[in-house]
């Protein structure tokens, strides 16, 4: 098993440690009032755009900070290094959206004013298409990363080097 392939399972672990450690930044920030429903930021009503690509959930100026942000931070390691591949990206991608639903998640079960017995439509408005005992983003975003961990694993097929900003020798 190659290095990049035995990484993963820390690599999830830590990304999991890090969506923990959000949910209860947000639940801080948030309260009890979910989606920025209490703070002090704009707000786009729903309307067919928002359907398609947010989920049916208004669009706020604390989300627009805040998802470009958390991808920013995930490149950093790529910019850092100055390392950049299409299996990086990929693997990049797939934690980028397994952190969004385990940050979610967590704060639902860790957040006093919900936790697991409230994990339901009924009592969370703002997720608006559910499949089962979850939202859908969940069902989409877990099967689209895991593809992305899949092949962020394959063997690789370009002479690439993967370099940034040296150029290779």
């Not at 729903?46 to 049916?56: E, R, Y």
């Not at 790529?78 to 990086?88: E, H, I, M, N, Y």
């Amino acid at each position: 098993m190659t290095r990049f392939r035995w990484l993963l399972l820390p690599t999830i672990i830590w990304v999991l440690l890090l969506a923990y450690f959000l949910a209860n930044v947000e639940i801080q920030i948030e309260g009890a009032a979910g989606w920025a429903a209490d703070l002090p930021t704009w707000r786009i009503a729903p309307n067919w755009l928002l359907d398609i690509f947010w989920g049916g959930r208004p669009m706020t100026g604390y989300h627009a900070w805040m998802f470009p942000s958390i991808a920013l931070f995930f490149h950093f390691p790529l910019v850092f290094f100055g390392r950049w591949s299409w299996r990086l990206e990929a693997r990049l991608l797939g934690c980028i959206l397994m952190f969004w639903i385990a940050e979610d998640f967590f704060w639902f079960a860790l957040n006093p004013a919900f936790g697991l017995a409230r994990f339901s439509p009924a009592n969370i408005p703002w997720h608006v298409h559910w499949l089962g005992p979850a939202p859908t983003d969940y069902w989409v975003f877990l099967s689209v990363a895991a593809a992305l961990f899949w092949l962020s694993g394959a063997s690789k097929r370009s002479n690439s080097s993967g370099r940034l900003f040296i150029r290779p020798k």
